[in-house]
């Protein structure tokens, strides 16, 4: 174990060892131009685009545990420069991608990183994706995809991207990953809402990590531009790279139901946490299934299918918790729009892509099965699943507390009004007659069926305990750390940044409450904007 150690701390390397590979550039044609200036790059993958440099970086937050998988040092004042996009080393060779997207519905063409550089791919041993991880700089500065914005993020968004990327990890939720959060010393000025009220706010870069950020409107974007050939050159190495089991015939639609049914998981996993994230367009679609771009997300506070915490979305709804499955399908079917060209059996194709429903449906019950500490799903529990999300939607508990106090739910018979009382701290609101008696009738229902389990009663709870979080990454309690960074205090930051990693014990009960009335209607607390 001892020589184990010594070989992986002899492997770990600073930032700014040139240690970046570039695989990617070298397959793919880009633009060297350099230039930063907005425009359409037809014909390319890439453009390079070197950070601008900010006034004063400084180190804020970094993830020991995810630098340790990735083989890097804490970092020295030459990597915080880098980490701040002040200082480059002679092989690096940054650059954004190119892509487009279909966003709340509408296609809208070109995007691309406007505020996303990427450093390069850092190798990683032991790596199941090729052997490394692409790291990117977020805030960095324009790109030749900013259109009209700065390429800049504030502190605000890049605090909720870098504890959310590590909070989803430790729930278990694919996810790309945050390794640092570096302040600039600059002010950026956004107008929050989008009212006309700019203003200006502190500057930051979050340093995130993938295998990929590849994603679906990568394909969009050379099908749409008729680019046969790198759309096609793209999906062979896409599937050699991080697919490398499929190979022979029909690696195209093996690849795409590989990618459909990484999308039901990743979206039953949201389910099963509570998390929305607001903004689904297909730019913001991993083809490797992870959990990217952390916008205006959310958890939910109390239950309520219709949550969206994305004032953009609103009044449609789009992207609302309940409606995510059925926009992944959505989604789904603009990526496979863009590789009909490609695909030699269009008909086998659509049919690819209507596994996603069989997938989903799998792997809720699944899910549901264990979030209710049922020993196998069966065919009568589909019943039982479709009414406690009725019963939730009715009565809107909070979420997290509701299956929380059902881990230790007694499962002898209770009175309507006992039943009221054990779940009465998840309510946000008094429940009305008709609410009472259907929690009462469901509850009773479930305890028959868990006494009917074939496992023991602590097999169910340690089933329900792993299943279910205790601690869930609250908007408000965000918006009250990001407060305190403005203000130069970090104590509820550095708490936060702790309890993520925790979050199935009972180690932080201080946050195990219901949203507080006051950040109901306050300002980063329910909803958010796609400003950052």
């Not at 590979?21 to 350099?34: I, K, L, M, N, V």
């Not at 549901?368 to 589909?382: P, S």
């Not at 097999?459 to 309690?477: E, H, I």
Request: hydrophobic share 35%; charged share 20%.
């Amino acid at each position: 174990m001892l020589a184990a150690l010594q070989f992986l701390s002899f492997m770990k390397q600073h930032l700014s060892s040139d240690r970046f590979t570039y695989d990617f550039c070298g397959t793919f044609p880009g633009d060297h131009s350099g230039s930063l200036k907005p425009r359409q790059t037809p014909g390319v993958l890439y453009s390079e685009a070197v950070p601008t440099p900010v006034a004063k970086p400084a180190l804020l937050a970094w993830s020991d545990e995810l630098a340790e998988e990735l083989g890097i040092e804490r970092p020295n004042e030459d990597d915080i420069n880098l980490l701040g996009g002040n200082l480059g080393t002679a092989n690096m060779k940054p650059y954004a991608l190119c892509y487009a997207g279909h966003q709340f519905g509408n296609w809208a063409g070109q995007l691309g990183d406007g505020r996303a550089i990427c450093l390069g791919e850092w190798p990683v041993d032991g790596s199941s994706t090729n052997g490394s991880w692409e790291v990117q700089l977020k805030g960095a500065g324009p790109t030749a995809y900013s259109r009209r914005a700065d390429g800049r993020a504030v502190l605000r968004s890049s605090v909720r991207e870098y504890l959310m990327s590590e909070a989803m990890h430790y729930l278990g939720v694919p996810t790309t990953r945050a390794l640092s959060l570096v302040t600039t010393g600059d002010q950026v000025v956004r107008d929050m809402f989008y009212d006309g009220r700019p203003a200006y706010e502190p500057g930051a870069i979050v340093c995130r990590t993938a295998p990929s950020f590849l994603r679906f409107g990568n394909f969009e974007m050379l099908a749409a531009r008729n680019e046969l050939d790198s759309l096609q050159n793209l999906v062979d190495w896409t599937i050699t790279r991080y697919y490398p089991h499929i190979q022979g015939e029909d690696q195209v639609l093996r690849w795409f139901g590989e990618v459909v049914e990484r999308t039901a998981s990743m979206i039953v996993e949201w389910v099963r946490v509570g998390f929305v994230h607001g903004v689904m367009n297909t730019d913001n679609m991993s083809v490797l299934g992870l959990t990217i771009d952390y916008g205006p997300y959310s958890f939910l506070d109390n239950y309520d299918p219709d949550f969206t915490p994305n004032t953009t979305d609103l009044p449609g709804r789009r992207y609302a918790f309940g409606k995510q499955a059925n926009m992944a399908y959505w989604n789904l079917s603009c990526l496979a729009n863009a590789l009909v060209p490609i695909s030699k059996d269009v008909d086998r194709l659509s049919e690819v892509l209507k596994t996603y429903e069989e997938h989903y449906w799998t792997k809720y019950y699944a899910m549901m099965g264990g979030k209710l500490g049922l020993d196998h799903v069966r065919d009568e529990d589909i019943q039982i699943f479709q009414e406690f999300e009725s019963m939730l939607a009715a009565i809107q508990p909070d979420m997290t507390i509701f299956y929380q106090l059902l881990i230790d739910l007694p499962l002898d018979a209770q009175t309507e009004q006992e039943v009221v009382s054990y779940f009465q701290s998840s309510f946000y609101d008094d429940l009305s007659p008709e609410g009472r008696a259907q929690l009462h009738h469901l509850i009773h229902k479930y305890q028959t069926r868990r006494k009917a389990n074939a496992c023991t009663a602590e097999d169910a709870k340690a089933q329900m305990q792993s299943s279910n979080p205790r601690f869930v990454l609250r908007n408000y309690l965000l918006h009250q750390a990001i407060e305190q960074l403005e203000k130069g205090e970090d104590t509820l930051f550095r708490k936060l940044q702790e309890a993520i990693k925790d979050p199935y014990s009972k180690r932080f009960e201080e946050f195990f409450e219901t949203r507080p009335g006051w950040a109901t209607e306050q300002a980063g607390c329910s909803m958010l904007s796609c400003s950052s």
